[in-house]
């Protein structure tokens, strides 16, 4: 088979038309790198980018408003795991049929897979984008951690960038045979309109969970996972409370409701049970977060880029978290990073910035939407990604096996 038949030609975009881009990610969920995606497509313009997602098992909770931007998505249907030949080729046959000028992939499985397809479907330029930043096997499955290192394993020929999504993943990626000189850091972005200090919701929220309008609320949004370590926290809201701070903590987020056993259990051997709000999903993130007085991040291992901190930063909501991925280079200056596993010291910071007066903590608030303005607005994330599309189709590398 003679190279004319084997790939499809690449749509070469005039001046004038918008370079089209073919984004494969593994699913559309409501994870760290999905949301990343469709944050990515709320701000990107739209007359020079033409964007699709071709999702490799099933339509997800962020199918629809994706859709919503006027963004096409295509659900492969694949089994998780080991990918049915069936599945890669339907994948080649949508890149040769799409002649996307790049294909960018994101996360492992989609990094491996959408290369393979789009190396032999198209010549076009693969970008890859890594969301982890631990390979822990504690944390992450077999298949996970072979998929990371088959990656590594082509990272040189495969990929034409690599987009990680925080120094502490370039640098475990890079430790672990990745391509340095193709790895490049952006960071996830906020939305400062959707994320902003609200006093309105500060009270509502206090309101709904029948608590005063002057009640200290901590909180924490995290699914139920080893890695969030719900455990720590719930530990350090009872040292806290032994040492007589009188706050409220709420808890939202996939399996944290009265449904999850383990984490009632805690709770409620802790006697706290009054003190805690299980809430389960939400959908009114922002309200919720700008409600609290501390944002709390207990993660044990394995954070990249923590989303929550960032928003809780720009709804001028102090930060403490444990010292983990990107963590400690978020906060900065703006509240307090500890060791993980340590609810002792996760209970000290707490109460030291607690115990300092409402203007301190006002002015801790103000400096951490500064941060967030001035390094992680959205608008600016998302011009990194359209320059780095850019200085891609102005190289035109001609890659291949």
Known sequence: MNAKHRFADIHVASSTEPIEIMHIITGLSTGGAETMLYKLFSGIDKSRFQCRVVSLTDKGPLTNQIKDLGIPVTALNMPRGIPAPKGLWKLIRLIRRGRPAIVQTWMYHSDLIGAIAGRIGSRAPIIWNIRHSNLDPRANKKTTILTARACALFSGRLPEKIICCSESSRRIHAGIGYE????????????????????????????????????????????????????????????????????????????????????????????????????????????????????????????????????AMACEVPCVATDTGDS????????????????????????????????????????????????FELSKIINKYEALYQEIMTERPKTGF
Not at 336 to 362: M, N, Q, W, Y
Request: net charge positive.
């Open 180 to 311: 340095k000189s193709k790895m490049t850091v952006i960071p996830n972005g906020f939305n400062l309109e959707a994320f902003r200090p609200d006093k309105e919701a500060r009270l509502s929220v206090r309101k709904e969970l029948g608590i005063s309008k002057d009640a200290l609320l901590l909180g924490m949004v995290a699914r139920f996972d080893p890695q969030k370590d719900h455990a720590t926290f719930v530990r350090a809201a009872k040292t806290l409370t032994d040492w007589g701070t009188k706050a409220y903590f709420l808890l939202c987020g996939k399996d944290v409701d009265r449904d999850n056993p383990m984490l009632c259990k805690w709770i409620r051997d802790a006697g706290l049970s009054e003190r805690f709000f299980l809430l389960g999903p939400r959908t009114d993130i922002p309200r919720l977060t700008v409600a609290l007085d501390l944002a709390c991040l207990s993660s044990a291992f394995g954070e990249g880029f923590p989303n929550i901190l960032g928003e």
């Open 328 to 375: 400690a280079a978020i906060v900065g200056d703006t509240g307090r990073i500890v060791p993980p596993k340590d609810p002792h010291a996760f209970a000290g910071a707490c109460k030291e910035l607690l115990d300092s007066d409402f203007e301190t903590r006002a002015q801790l608030g103000f400096k951490a939407r500064k941060r967030i303005e001035k390094h």
